[in-house]
């Protein structure tokens, strides 16, 4: 094979890898090794009914990203209807808040709904499609909207990350940003490298390799 063709065997070879790579795009801590004994109540609270709570942690993207899915850690609720919501919110900087009572139409970029059916606890993902360009964000679980009506928990013996922060929504309508311990919150996809970086990785590999190459060779 000549230069010319291994360059451009090497620069398609190394473009695919960087672009076909799947990331974590949010992750507020590891899965715990333990079963849970503890958690915190997204949705209805099955003490009071018409109580409603949930559960959010925040993200920041420097670069375009396309979600596939959603989810963290649960335990289950010994309830009928366990399905909930988790919905990806566009906030107006690192360390706001969503401004609607709970959202405004216009924070409001993707949702699904999932269940937990599993007895113990579970880390868990539903699926979720959504393209985000650079800037802050949310995810956020609950009930009483996007067609869910359930009651869920979320296990609190996972082992914290450094970096995102959770936040809050109460019954009282006001958003709080919120240090409940070890709640695992995951957003799954696929982070898009700028053109230039992706360029610059499948040159500088390709010539690395060129050069071995030769060097074998001679």
């Not at 959010?56 to 209807?81: M, Q, S």
């Not at 919110?89 to 690192?94: K, Q, V």
């Not at 359930?150 to 914290?160: I, K, L, Q």
Request: aromatic residues 8%; glycine residues 10%.
């Amino acid at each position: 094979m000549n230069t010319t063709a291994l360059c451009m065997t090497l620069l398609s070879l190394v473009t695919f890898a960087a672009l076909g790579n799947a990331d974590v795009i949010l992750e507020t801590a590891t899965m715990a090794t333990e079963e849970a004994t503890t958690s915190l109540q997204v949705g209805r609270s099955l003490l009071e009914p018409d109580s409603l709570q949930f559960l959010g942690a925040r993200f920041h993207l420097d670069l375009p990203a396309n979600v596939t899915a959603v989810g963290g850690h649960f335990k289950y609720t010994p309830t009928e209807d366990t399905s909930i919501f988790g919905a990806i919110i566009a906030l107006t900087g690192r360390d706001a808040l969503p401004q609607g009572d709970p959202f405004t139409a216009e924070e409001i970029l993707a949702t699904t709904v999932f269940s937990n059916p599993y007895w113990g606890s579970q880390d868990l993902r539903a699926p979720l499609s959504v393209s985000l360009p650079p800037g802050d964000y949310a995810l956020v679980f609950g009930s009483e909207l996007f067609g869910a009506t359930g009651c869920n928990s979320m296990a609190t013996n996972n082992p914290e990350l450094p970096g995102p922060s959770v936040i809050v929504w109460h019954d009282t309508n006001v958003w709080a940003n919120h240090a409940p311990q070890g709640l695992r919150f995951v957003v799954e996809g696929e982070i898009i490298p700028e053109p230039g970086v992706v360029l610059v990785l499948a040159f500088g590999g390709a010539c690395g390799l060129l050069s071995k190459t030769r060097r074998t060779h001679r």
